[in-house]
């Protein structure tokens, strides 16, 4: 069955550096996510990406966040400086239009 | 309903019985609803979805409800097994993108 594969699945940096967080969706699907889960809490979306280009993003989804879809398979995840709070588990997901989104294992993202 | 922070409403059934797990949504413009299902460390997982021209749907041991009025929805699992045990969410989405708002879970517990 296929399925979104994410990597890595955990990830400790200090605060101020980069991270890149990569996924690859499932092959057919059209549209690539990334979503956000602090510890006990929701699922929060933070972009949806189709065609190329950000489809929606949301208030979280600021400056120094970006994705990019560098080949035909992985969908990215950038966060330029990060910070404490942004310590989560980060899932990538894919769907077709108007249906499921298939979601990965997610990458927990540990700042220190 | 939503949840703060940590605190997840919890739904304790015994094993065997049948349970029911509620979802208040906000927006009347949604027309195509999910439930995920989420276990400890993993990503969502999808279980069933139901469109907004529908008010019931039904899987293998699982049924989705839909009431448009008062905008709520409900997930019946029917012979909960101790494998049920997980984190439920609903979604919803509009059709004007593809972006899922994600509830704020119901954590279901089987006792054996």
């Known amino acids: 069955e296929p399925e979104v594969t994410q990597t890595p699945s955990h990830q400790v940096t200090q605060m101020g550096q980069e991270v890149i967080l990569r996924c690859v969706p499932i092959s057919n699907h059209l549209y690539f996510y990334w979503y956000r889960q602090i510890l006990g809490q929701k699922v929060e979306f933070l972009v949806s990406f189709y065609n190329n280009e950000i489809s929606e993003k949301s208030e979280i989804f600021d400056d120094q966040f970006s994705v990019e879809r560098p080949d035909g398979s992985n969908f990215t995840l950038k966060i330029r400086s990060t910070k404490l709070e942004d310590s989560a588990m980060y899932f990538c997901a894919s769907s077709l239009p108007l249906s499921e989104a298939f979601f990965g294992q997610g990458t927990r993202l540990t700042v220190v | 309903g939503e949840s703060v922070g940590l605190h997840l409403p919890t739904l304790s059934v015994q094993e065997g019985d049948n349970s029911i797990i509620n979802c208040a949504y906000s927006?009347?413009?949604?027309?195509?609803f999910i439930w995920y299902k989420q276990e400890s460390g993993k990503g969502p997982q999808f279980i069933i979805d139901i469109r907004s021209n529908m008010d019931k749907r039904q899987g293998q041991r699982v049924t989705v409800l839909l009431n448009k009025t008062v905008k709520h929805l409900s997930l019946q699992i029917a012979a909960t097994q101790p494998g049920d045990s997980a984190v439920y969410f609903c979604a919803e989405n509009n059709n004007a993108g593809n972006m899922l708002t994600f509830g704020g879970g119901t954590r279901l517990m089987v006792k054996p």
């Open positions: 927006n009347s413009a949604s027309d195509y």
